[in-house]
């Protein structure tokens, strides 16, 4: 089991970054939100868990241990896998998913992409137990996504690009943000926003 990965960034994608260890590089899955604190070519730590399929073995990375204990726990619901958890995980903040599980909020869950209403129900329902109360004060508990503008900026400039790129970059997606409904996706957002860039290029 690999429990962490520490060194220089190597590389970072939409929904991936790779860490140097001991000459090797490792790729992550990692959200937006861990994905916009990451630098090339600075130090980082991430806590990892190994997802072992029998074609395929992947490491997802995570800020620190409680996201991950977070992104573990709900894979143990049926129906939950490693990308509907981490999906989970790009939208709400591990004490934004706890909160709304303790208050069987359903909205919340309904906005995360691949969760309808039934899904959202029988979610409540399994993890009303296992994720346990929220640790923080409501306030720190709101979704990762209402900073949409930030974090996208941030993994704008993480990717390399410069200042004023990114900058236009957010504000040419700002309308398909704001058109959503609920929470913006930064995933989605990151996406399209590189699509801009590269057609400017």
Same mark, same amino acid.
């Given at each position: 089991m690999i429990a962490f990965v520490s060194g220089p960034v190597a590389a970072l994608a939409p929904d991936s970054a790779v860490v140097e260890?001991?000459?090797?590089?490792?790729?992550?899955?990692?959200?937006?939100?861990?994905?916009?604190?990451?630098?090339m070519g600075q130090p980082t730590k991430l806590a990892t868990s190994l997802v072992v399929r029998e074609d395929s073995l992947t490491l997802y990375g995570?800020?620190?241990?409680?996201e991950k204990q977070v992104f573990e726990l709900l894979q143990t619901a049926?129906?939950?896998?490693? *990308?509907?958890?981490?999906?989970? @995980?790009?939208?709400?903040?591990? &004490?934004? #998913?706890?909160?709304? +599980?303790?208050?069987?909020?359903?909205?919340?869950?309904?906005?995360?992409?691949?969760i309808g *209403?039934?899904?959202?129900?029988? @979610?409540?329902?399994?993890?009303? &137990?296992? #994720?346990?109360?929220? +640790?923080?004060?409501?306030a720190i508990g709101a979704p990762v996504s209402q900073g949409w503008r930030d974090q996208l900026h941030a993994a704008l400039i993480g990717l390399?690009?410069?200042?004023r790129e990114a900058d236009e970059a957010v504000t040419a997606v700002a309308p398909q943000a704001e058109a959503a409904g609920g929470p913006p996706q930064v995933g989605q957002l990151l996406k399209a926003a590189l699509q801009t860039l590269n057609r400017a290029r």
């Open positions: 260890v001991g000459g090797i590089g490792i790729a992550v899955q990692c959200t937006p939100n861990t994905l916009s604190g990451l630098r995570f800020v620190d241990d409680d049926s129906g939950v896998g490693p *990308r509907l958890a981490q999906a989970m @995980l790009a939208v709400h903040s591990p &004490d934004a #998913l706890r909160r709304a +599980v303790a208050t069987s909020d359903e909205k919340a869950l309904i906005a995360v992409p691949g *209403r039934k899904g959202a129900q029988k @979610l409540l329902l399994e993890l009303k &137990d296992r #994720l346990g109360e929220p +640790v923080g004060a409501p390399g690009y410069a200042t």
